[in-house]
């Protein structure tokens, strides 16, 4: 699906934050002769910002042996920094399947306020610009409030949305939902579902069950499971996606709040830790706040020249 087109002013917008923790260390690291102290520097800084230990001992160690034989002499530090940054994201299949004959169906669960529903609405809204039609279910009956919460939101976007009462069966909505997607030859149906808490099992059942139940109606559905992460949790990101991934074959990291946190590092650590691209990110709290994941993108704004 070709949807979202990278808009680099709102990605550095969104990327702040994380730039201004690191702009001030990089900005007097460079110009300096690349030595042992500057990579020492370097490592504390990646470690500070989120980026973990695997990519930061990837690229420091190889940073190491690069001094010791001279091969940095007269190199420039943030450039090196986002080449090597660059190296670890690429690869990876970042964009969202969409099924050939029958409806899209796309899963979006993540624990308990992490902003599943926002980025739902996200989705919907870019994929109706782009001339989509799109049905929402709402298969979060369990969270007071949740159901209206959605409906809100397609109504302001304007599209549809199938929903049932609070502590209905989410499975017998997302049922009659994909039911309706299939009828109403509809482009993309998009599942929100509870907030579910990781170390809760019946709970992780009943995403199970809804995963199932999409795929007895549309045939290879749900063609993508979103994860949705809190940036703003840092480390904790990355408990939750090996939990649900027991659960669920997790296609895809819909990395929300990324505006909110200096931790934006933790991209690279969910990356390497889970093996899940990063799909999409969202920066901010209204429709029009989602980027694709464009590797490129995010690690130019991630840090810059002239810092
Ligand atoms: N700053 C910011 N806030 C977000 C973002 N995504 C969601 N939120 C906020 O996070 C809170 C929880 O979002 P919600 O979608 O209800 O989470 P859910 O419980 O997972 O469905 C709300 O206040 C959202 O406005 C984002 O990308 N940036
Ligand atoms: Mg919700």
Not at 68 to 90: C, F, P, V, W
């Given at each position: 699906m070709g949807l979202f087109r990278a808009t680099i002013a709102a990605l550095r917008g969104g990327l702040s934050k994380t730039r201004s923790v690191l702009s001030a260390p990089l900005a007097t690291m460079r110009g300096r002769v690349i030595d042992g102290d500057t990579i020492d520097e370097l490592e504390h800084l990646l470690l500070s910002s989120d980026v973990g230990v695997t990519t930061t001992d990837a690229i420091v160690e190889d940073l190491r042996h690069?001094?010791?034989?001279?091969?940095?002499?007269?190199?420039?530090?943030?450039?090196?920094?986002?080449?090597?940054?660059?190296?670890?994201?690429?690869?990876?299949?970042?964009?969202?399947?969409?099924a050939p004959t029958s409806p899209t169906a796309i899963l979006v669960a993540g624990v308990n306020g992490v902003g599943k529903t926002t980025s739902v609405a996200k989705i919907a809204r870019a994929l109706k610009d782009e001339g989509r039609t799109v049905l929402l279910a709402?298969?979060?009956?369990?969270?007071?409030?949740?159901?209206?919460?959605?409906?809100?939101?397609?109504?302001?976007?304007?599209?549809?949305?199938?929903?049932?009462?609070?502590?209905?069966?989410?499975?017998?909505?997302?049922?009659?939902?994909a039911s309706a997607a299939v009828s109403r030859?509809?482009?993309?149906?998009?599942?929100?579902?509870?907030?579910?808490l990781h170390t809760q099992d019946p709970l992780m059942r009943q995403l199970e069950k809804i995963q199932q139940v999409t795929t007895k109606k549309i045939e290879g559905a749900p063609h993508e499971v979103l994860l949705v992460l809190d940036a703003t949790q840092g480390q904790n990101t990355l408990s939750q996606a090996k939990r649900f991934s027991e659960s669920i074959a997790v296609t895809g990291i819909f990395l929300a709040k990324l505006d909110g946190t200096a931790r934006g590092g933790i991209v690279f650590a969910i990356e390497d830790e889970t093996g899940i691209p990063v799909k999409l990110i969202g920066i901010g709290e209204r429709p029009e706040d989602v980027e694709p994941f464009v590797p490129s993108a995010f690690v130019s704004a991630l840090i810059e020249d002239g810092t």
């Open positions: 690069e001094v010791a034989n001279g091969a940095l002499e007269g190199q420039d530090i943030l450039e090196l920094l986002r080449e090597r940054l660059l190296q670890r994201l690429e690869g990876k299949n970042r964009s969202i399947a969409v709402a298969a979060d009956t369990f969270r007071a409030g949740a159901v209206s919460q959605l409906a809100t939101w397609a109504e302001r976007i304007g599209i549809e949305i199938v929903k049932g009462d609070q502590g209905a069966d989410p499975a017998a909505v997302t049922f009659d939902a030859n509809i482009d993309v149906l998009l599942i929100d579902t509870a907030g579910r």
